[in-house]
């Protein structure tokens, strides 16, 4: 195990270099100046071209990489052109949120996603099973900001039960600690604040998490149906135990070994693809962060961020990967 858990981290390395050169590729290639967008229109030729010495854009792309790939091995991500903070020092606010709202996303996808498979795998062929995978496909295919508008007209303007934006009232005042405000207002005692951020999570959370839980189930109903009829749940039934006790605790441990790897791959996808949701419910994350990079031409931003979210992601699956073998012993790393 730990021999293979080198070889992947050592395998990490030309992912992340292939990335870094592809990211730096394309984002140079998006038209724009950006000393004109630092400066603004009024700015004159001589600041323009002083800024753009002071940035190094005068110089060919290919030292400008290598001058952004030896400051990332000394541990500097970078500098944004528009705040002139570090981006190690800005980015984790950002990324906090969004770990906070793809987690809460995730817990909403998978406890349901997989309660909703085993119920359609139990009850297959019945209305259960037809109801749930029509839940499912219509979970899959309908559009996230639809949904979000969806649930912020219903459920904030309509009903007023939850806020439709931001990540707490500010009129309370919230001092963050670590950045994940739920951990926070643990730590601090304060339940009131507690319940206010928890609220201002559900519908951003419902949002984000329904299509990856409409894929769980369709996942987990394929997998359960498939151990279902495997020989030891046969003879486990003819022992005589219960339904619930034959699949919670035989069938399921098996059937969530391609469970497990849908959401590996959902919890990356929504780690860098949750720009739409944050951007319907104004919560500060990292799509947003990289999204307004993108608004201002903020280059090193724009790098640094996506080449995060691609090593969460590497990491995400490695994670997977190691929990395979503890869900199947069959399984076994050389």
Same mark, same amino acid.
């Given at each position: 195990?730990?021999?293979?858990?080198?070889?992947? #981290?050592?395998?990490?390395? %030309?992912?992340?270099? *292939?990335?870094?050169?592809? $990211?730096?590729?394309?984002?140079?290639?998006? %038209?724009?100046?950006?000393?004109?967008?630092?400066?603004?229109?009024?700015?004159t030729p001589e600041a323009l071209a002083q800024l753009r010495e002071d940035l190094g854009l005068n110089n %060919?792309?290919?030292?400008?990489? +290598?001058?952004?790939?030896?400051?990332?091995?000394?541990?500097?991500? *970078?500098?944004?052109?528009?705040?002139?903070?570090?981006?190690?020092?800005?980015?984790?606010?950002?990324?906090?949120?969004?770990?906070?709202?793809?987690?809460?996303?995730?817990?909403?996808?998978?406890?349901?996603?997989?309660?909703?498979?085993?119920?359609?795998?139990?009850?297959?062929?019945? +209305?259960?099973?037809?109801?749930?995978?029509?839940?499912?496909?219509? *979970?899959?295919?309908?559009?996230?900001?639809?949904?979000?508008?969806?649930?912020?007209?219903?459920?904030?303007?309509?009903?007023?039960?939850?806020?439709?934006?931001?990540?707490?009232?500010?009129?309370?005042?919230?001092?963050?600690?670590?950045?994940?405000?739920? #951990?926070?207002?643990?730590?601090?005692?304060?339940?009131?604040? !507690?319940?206010?951020? $928890?609220?201002?999570?559900i519908l951003p959370g419902i949002a984000l998490g329904t299509i990856p839980m409409a894929i769980i189930a369709?996942?987990?109903?394929?997998?359960?149906?498939?151990?279902?009829?495997?020989?030891?749940?046969?003879?486990?039934?003819?022992?005589? !135990?219960?339904?619930? +006790?034959?699949?919670?605790?035989?069938?399921?441990?098996?059937?969530?070994?391609? $469970?497990?790897?849908?959401?590996? !791959?959902?919890?990356?996808? #929504?780690?860098?693809?949750?720009? !739409?949701?944050?951007?319907?419910?104004?919560? %500060?994350?990292? *799509?947003?962060?990289?999204?307004?990079?993108?608004?201002?031409?903020?280059?090193?931003?724009?790098?640094?961020?996506?080449? $995060?979210?691609?090593?969460?992601?590497?990491?995400?699956?490695?994670?997977?990967?190691?929990?395979?073998?503890y869900i199947d012993p069959r399984i076994h790393y050389k």
């Amino acid at each position: 195990m730990l021999s293979y858990t080198t070889r992947r #981290l050592l395998m990490l390395i %030309p992912v992340l270099l *292939g990335m870094s050169i592809i $990211v730096f590729s394309i984002i140079h290639a998006i %038209p724009g100046d950006p000393a004109r967008t630092i400066l603004g229109e009024k700015a004159t030729p001589e600041a323009l071209a002083q800024l753009r010495e002071d940035l190094g854009l005068n110089n %060919p792309w290919y030292i400008q990489y +290598w001058s952004y790939l030896s400051d990332i091995l000394q541990g500097d991500i *970078g500098t944004s052109l528009r705040t002139k903070v570090p981006i190690a020092q800005e980015i984790w606010p950002y990324l906090a949120a969004t770990f906070e709202l793809t987690f809460v996303s995730m817990i909403i996808a998978v406890f349901f996603g997989v309660n909703i498979g085993i119920f359609a795998a139990w009850k297959q062929n019945s +209305w259960i099973d037809y109801g749930s995978m029509l839940l499912a496909l219509v *979970g899959v295919s309908m559009p996230v900001f639809w949904l979000g508008l969806m649930e912020q007209w219903i459920f904030a303007q309509k009903l007023q039960w939850l806020p439709s934006i931001g990540r707490f009232d500010a009129k309370m005042g919230f001092e963050s600690i670590t950045g994940f405000y739920v #951990l926070d207002s643990l730590i601090q005692g304060d339940w009131q604040r !507690l319940w206010d951020i $928890v609220k201002h999570l559900i519908l951003p959370g419902i949002a984000l998490g329904t299509i990856p839980m409409a894929i769980i189930a369709r996942i987990t109903r394929s997998s359960m149906l498939e151990v279902m009829r495997s020989d030891y749940i046969r003879t486990a039934r003819a022992k005589g !135990l219960h339904d619930f +006790w034959v699949i919670y605790k035989h069938a399921l441990k098996n059937a969530l070994i391609p $469970v497990l790897t849908v959401i590996g !791959l959902q919890t990356g996808l #929504l780690l860098g693809g949750a720009v !739409l949701t944050e951007t319907i419910f104004g919560w %500060p994350g990292i *799509g947003q962060y990289i999204y307004n990079a993108i608004s201002y031409r903020d280059y090193p931003v724009i790098q640094s961020g996506i080449l $995060v979210i691609a090593t969460l992601f590497v990491f995400i699956n490695l994670i997977v990967d190691l929990l395979y073998a503890y869900i199947d012993p069959r399984i076994h790393y050389k």
